[in-house]
């Protein structure tokens, strides 16, 4: 290759190749020994270059040519391995980017956090439970971006080669000084190549230096499968050179802070003061084999003094396959590394000295900030030799088990093994979707989707009666729990709080909305879930019709003791074991990893199988839904129910009626209550003090009384507020409960009561808005939303498809049903004045129109008022009939709405495109006596004006879900968003917004940013990706799949653009309208995003078809697949891989149904196959058996068969 290093992975990018210099950008301060191995180094390295290598770059270019790196026909470097990783060649020259590793260390395993960057050695941080816990202090990616190449990880070589002509050379691989300047053309070709892999489960830098023969690997992932949570560093070094090498090495942590309880917040606002409670432990006294780094006490002033005796270590080892490893010394002295270079560029103390001497003289730790490098005083490789230091991170309980855990990791090929099942753990976990096309990163992409599908909404686990295929309905021991997830909180997202529990099972809570949207597959991949989604969230709907804000974690608990005591003498060794685990059973709520965690603590011996441990305990328990009220009311947390059940419907479509009528579900009780309009609608002035207005404010109050009612569930011995004080009572003190349909039905009524006064959306009146949570001005400008009137509509059809198919009563509570009958009478009065819409609609709303709205959202806070505290406990009965008359006459009021909102259209735009949002304002007032907490009036609105908004995403998106069945609907609407101010042209995708020029700053943050950056005209890729399902939801596939391949879908983007790996998605991606063109097409916030609910939800249609199970004539169940495949997933000729073929010379591709069924699609000729069924199918089974089926359709006993799974093997189906 020629030296001008020209890019492995682009055609027409130009790049250097990147060498490391001869002195590492190292000061050439040192002793006379080091001065005079400098200048011979010099000398040499100038004489080697012009007699060995007088091509500039010809030596780097030389050692990657040995490397063997994947490359593509063309000869470039591909953009994945064999294993599915994707590669970045210069990955720190390129634009920044921020990621992580998952934090998942098994079902039995304790999980780090760990965030990394394309800057410096990778990770820029990482600790346990939350960043408030950290090993390597958490900083945002702004900042990260400029400190991790000199706080985080660092290595330091010193090199003499041991040839002929001896030579010695001092390296810091990955340093910045030697990173390439993709900018300039003259930039040191000698420099060398740098190139990162991200795994699923993994992240590693490679630098392949050919001036000096060393090529360095650095990999990290998570320790998997352990009871102590670790990172896990291998840093390798292999010699390419021609000779043998002599290597001198440290490698490590610049800086690692030390444990001393939460320490996020003082590390950033007094931090050196937080040094004098630091000092370096060892524990084995006299060695420097096992540093613990931690506080003497925690650095508090209160008069209760706790003395830390948590924490962190670092075991660092060379690898050795067959032979117990030997702790290797650690230098935790960071003046004795860097002497007084306080920016940590450079080594100036190590350059002065030599490994031997700093580890042989005395290091001191107190005070100070600490580092930790593994200290190799000489090793030597033979040409093509390497050698692999291994680290682990982690926190301990206490110094006295650091010895323990030491003895673990150094046992012969422990890390190798690790890191093996590292990946295979990821593949298991990922099996639902394992996918085999002719595209390897297509397929990568579909793998790595649901993973961090799954970290957002939690993997859903089946528990207790782990043994049979009854589903969740079926049997009261299975049980459902959803491991791994966590709110985001990420370098880019610093103003998230997550939280991953160091614990078995680990998970964390996550916001309702995110939750809400990434199970919406859960039981497509897991058909044993049943409903359990379904009953969950259904539960949560309260009375006022809102939702909590955040999910956590189903918890466990005995109800009845003896149950529990029964359980703890199967599960213990001993009887003193088993009386302790009897009264932590019958004590509260547990979940799995708090269970194992207190059987640790309190000494329970249990048995030895972790898993035949857990599984009794969870069958016996009962289940119970957790979430917390946490912050206002937003709008759109139902939007996702009828999402929840298609999906189940698609899986059980003959469960319908037991699920929506015979079962009984609670109403969630949160602190907050919603205010009258009498109470929010608030006079003020204008930001300019030009005039008054009326704005809705303080939409919430924390209500005290509630809070009262909560106290009556406080545990007098724990001091904890019991669970069941979640939940709304009657006023006898018994948990109030409807079935699923009554729920479904009130919460129809409730929100048909809340639409605006012109009849279109309906009202952000609890204080935040919808989706678009940017628009949290919007409630202020007491606004309204059309993409939760289309949900309504969806709602509203389901339920009625229900009643008028069981023909079984509604029973509602009481209060409700007055509700009902008020808005019924009102509709009656607005029929009676005959109002009809004139051809041009006014803003102004018409004098029928409001007083329907005031009287029906009177009626909405009467209702509320009624079912404050207590519901009465009396019902009321529906029967099926009156519900669908009731139904057919709002599903008519919510046509005439969505009618008018394309009328009124949008600001900018009125050619037929659904819009998103409106703005009231109250023109006639009349003060009501009342101040609100800061002492403004408060009014009751008389009259009222519509005000319009610029074109969004989410309406057309949500009217979409309404007409997906018209093909002609679909077209054009299509059609027209494809031609509007909603089409980012130069990147052909699709902006949140169209301009939002000339609005003004109260709609929300979004007009606070630059355009074209976050919520403000940017390409959000959730919103966008809920679009383009909705295309292959509609069958429009040829649309569909072009929006795919021309760039808008992951992973058929330009890499070079989007500037981070294709196989994840980012939260939203700077469009055309961003100032900076040098910014267009690149993604911002990493991962954990709706985006990745909406591409399985894509894969589903895509693989499976959107009705695999469905109820034939008979009301039988038979199963059809129908796929939606391009032929490009047959054969490619633009890709690297080679088509798959079966025995007959047909073209296959194939996936995993349920994790376990391998399902093989045989296509002649590879063409496209767009919502085609099979012709035939094979179904082979476990006893060896088998079935063809001729048709497009499974029947009733095989189709039942593959929805339990367990007897089948694999399907194939024949086009």
Not at 1051 to 1072: H, K, Q, V
Request: net charge negative.
């Amino acid at each position: 290759m020629a030296g001008n290093g020209s890019s492995y992975q682009k055609e027409g990018v130009q790049y250097e190749s990147i060498p490391t210099n001869a002195n590492g950008g190292e000061s050439s301060n040192g002793t006379k020994k080091w001065i005079i191995g400098a200048v011979v180094a010099v000398i040499l390295l100038a004489i080697g270059k012009s007699t060995f290598f007088k091509t500039p770059g010809a030596a780097t270019d030389a050692a990657v040519a040995k490397a063997n790196l994947p490359k593509s026909k063309t000869g470039k470097l591909k953009l994945f391995d064999e294993h599915r990783r994707f590669l970045m060649e210069d990955f720190d020259a390129r634009s920044t980017f921020a990621s992580f590793l998952p934090g998942v260390a098994g079902y039995f395993g304790k999980p780090v956090w760990a965030f990394y960057v394309n800057r410096g050695q990778a990770i820029s941080t990482f600790g346990t439970s939350s960043k408030d816990f950290p090993i390597l202090e958490f900083n945002s990616a702004n900042k990260a971006y400029q400190v991790t190449p000199y706080i985080g990880f660092r290595t330091f070589v010193r090199g003499t080669r041991t040839g002929a002509l001896s030579t010695s050379f001092d390296v810091e691989p990955f340093a910045p000084a030697n990173s390439r300047n993709l900018l300039d053309d003259e930039d040191d070709s000698d420099k060398p190549k740098r190139i990162l892999y991200v795994g699923t489960n993994e992240v590693e830098i490679q630098e392949i230096d050919g001036v000096h023969g060393l090529t360095t690997n650095v990999k990290y992932f998570i320790l998997p499968e352990e009871d102590f949570a670790s990172l896990i560093r291998r840093t390798t070094f292999t010699n390419t050179g021609s000779d043998a090498v002599e290597l001198e090495v440290l490698d490590g942590l610049a800086k690692i802070e030390p444990s001393g309880g939460k320490l996020d917040w003082g590390l950033k606002q007094m931090g050196r003061t937080l040094e004098g409670w630091m000092g370096v432990y060892q524990a084995e006294e006299g060695s420097l084999t096992m540093p613990f780094f931690k506080m003497s006490t925690e650095p508090t002033d209160e008069a209760k003094v706790k003395i830390e005796e948590h924490g962190h270590y670092c075991l660092s080892f060379i690898e050795s396959l067959d032979e117990t490893a030997t702790l290797l010394p650690i230098v935790f002295d960071v003046d004795k590394v860097f002497g007084q270079s306080t920016s940590l560029e450079n080594p100036n103390g190590l350059m002065a000295s030599s490994v031997g001497d700093i580890i042989d003289n005395p290091q001191y730790g107190d005070a100070k900030t600490s580092s930790s490098f593994a200290a190799v005083r000489k090793v030597t490789l033979k040409p093509g030799e390497n050698v692999t230091i291994a680290s682990v991170y982690g926190r301990s309980d206490h110094i006295s088990k650091v010895p323990e855990l030491a003895e673990i990791v150094t046992s012969p090929g422990f890390i190798s093994k690790k890191a093996d099942r590292a990946r295979t753990l990821i593949n298991e976990l990922t099996a639902s979707v394992e996918t085999t096309t002719v595209n390897p990163l297509f397929d990568g992409t579909v793998q790595q989707m649901f993973l961090d599908n799954s970290l957002r909404g939690g993997m859903p686990t089946v528990l207790g009666n782990v043994d049979s295929d009854a589903t969740y309905d079926e049997d009261s021991e299975v049980k459902i729990f959803h491991s791994f997830s966590r709110i985001h909180g990420d370098l880019e997202r610093d103003y998230n709080a997550f939280s991953i529990e160091p614990a078995f099972f680990s998970q964390g809570p996550g916001n309702y909305r995110d939750i809400a949207q990434n199970r919406r597959n859960d039981v497509t991949f897991v058909p044993r879930l049943g409903a359990f989604n379904i009953k969950m969230f259904l539960s949560f709907i309260q009375a006022d019709g809102y939702e909590p804000l955040t999910v956590e974690a189903v918890v466990y608990l005995f109800s009845d003791p003896v149950a529990a005591v029964k359980v703890a003498k199967q599960v213990t060794t001993d009887a003193t074991s088993a009386k302790i685990l009897g009264e932590v059973l019958k004590g509260g709520p547990f979940r799995p990893g708090q269970l194992f965690t207190l059987c640790d603590q309190l000494n329970i011996n249990r048995t030895l199988d972790d898993d035949g441990f857990i599984q009794p305990i969870v069958a016996a328990a009962e289940d119970r839904a957790m979430a917390v009220f946490g912050q206002g009311y937003w709008a759109d947390h139902w939007d996702y129910y009828i999402d929840l059940v298609e999906a189940y419907l698609a899986i059980y479509p003959d469960k319908e009626e037991e699920l929506m009528y015979d079962n009984e579900l609670r109403y969630f009780f949160s602190s907050a209550t919603v205010q009258p309009r009498s109470e929010k609608y608030v006079l003020d002035y204008t930001f300019d003090g030009t005039r008054k207005h009326v704005i809705q404010l303080g939409s919430t109050f924390f209500d005290g009384e509630k809070v009262k009612e909560q106290e009556a569930f406080r545990d007098q011995n724990t001091g904890l507020i019991g669970i069941d004080a979640s939940w709304q009572r009657d006023t006898k003190g018994k948990a109030f409960t409807s079935s699923p349909i009554a729920k479904l039905f009130l919460l129809g009524g409730i929100k048909f009561a809340m639409r605006d006064s012109w009849g279109m959306g309906i009202e952000y009146e609890g204080g935040r808005p919808g989706w678009l949570d940017s628009m949290n001005g919007l409630p202020g400008m007491v606004g309204s939303g059309m993409p939760e009137t289309h949900e309504l509509y969806l709602l509203l059809k389901y339920v009625k498809s229900v009643v008028d198919k069981y023909d079984r009563d509604v029973v509602v509570p009481v209060e409700a049903g007055t509700m009902l009958a008020t808005v019924e009478e009102a509709l009656d009065e607005l029929d009676a004045a005959g109002y009809s819409d004139p051809e041009d609609l006014p803003f102004d709303v018409p004098e029928p129109l409001f007083k329907y709205w005031d009287v029906v959202a009177s009626a909405r806070e009467n209702y509320r008022n009624d079912v404050q505290y207590y519901f009465s406990g009396k019902t009321e009965s529906f029967e099926a009939k009156k519900v669908s008359k009731m139904i057919s006459r709002w599903l008519a009021e919510i046509e005439k709405g969505i009618e008018r909102s394309f009328k009124f259209g949008s600001k900018g735009d009125k050619t037929g495109i659904a819009p998103s949002f409106f703005s009231y304002d109250v023109t006639d007032w009349e003060l009501n006596g009342n101040k609100n907490d800061i002492g403004l009036p408060l009014v009751n609105a008389k009259a009222m004006k519509v005000g319009i908004f610029p074109l969004f995403l989410e309406g057309p998106v949500r009217y979409m879900k309404t007409i997906q069945d018209e093909e002609d609907l679909m077209t054009d609407t299509y059609m027209k968003v494809f031609k509007s101010g909603l089409r980012d042209e130069e990147l052909n995708m699709y902006y949140l917004s169209a301009s939002l020029a000339g609005e003004t700053y109260d709609m929300g943050r979004q007009i606070a940013f630059a355009p074209g950056w976050l919520e403000n005209q940017s390409i959000w890729m959730h919103m966008s990706y809920k679009y383009y399902l909705q295309l292959i939801r509609g069958k429009m596939y040829k649309e569909f799949f072009a929006e795919m391949k021309g760039g808008g879908i992951l992973p058929f983007m330009d890499p070079t653009i989007y500037g981070r790996p294709l196989m994840e998605c980012s939260s939203f991606i700077a469009s055309s309208a961003f100032p900076d063109p040098g910014q267009h097409g690149r993604g911002f916030l990493a991962r954990l995003s709706g985006s990745t609910a909406e591409f399985m939800d894509m894969w589903k249609h895509m693989f499976i078809g959107p009705k695999p199970f469905f109820l034939n004539k008979n009301d039988e169940v038979e199963m059809q697949l129908v796929p939606a495949l391009p032929s490009w997933l047959f054969e490619d000729e633009s890709s690297d891989s080679d088509p798959n073929f079966d025995e007959d010379g047909n073209h296959v591709v194939s996936f995993k149904l349920f994790a376990a069924i391998p399902v093989t699609y045989h296509n002649p000729g590879g063409r496209d196959l767009f919502g085609e069924p099979p012709k035939k199918y094979k179904v082979s089974k476990i006893d060896g058996t088998s079935v063809e089926i001729k048709g497009s359709t499974i029947p009733t006993k095989t189709a039942l068969e593959i929805r339990r799974v367990s007897p089948v093997e694999s399907i194939d189906a024949y086009f």
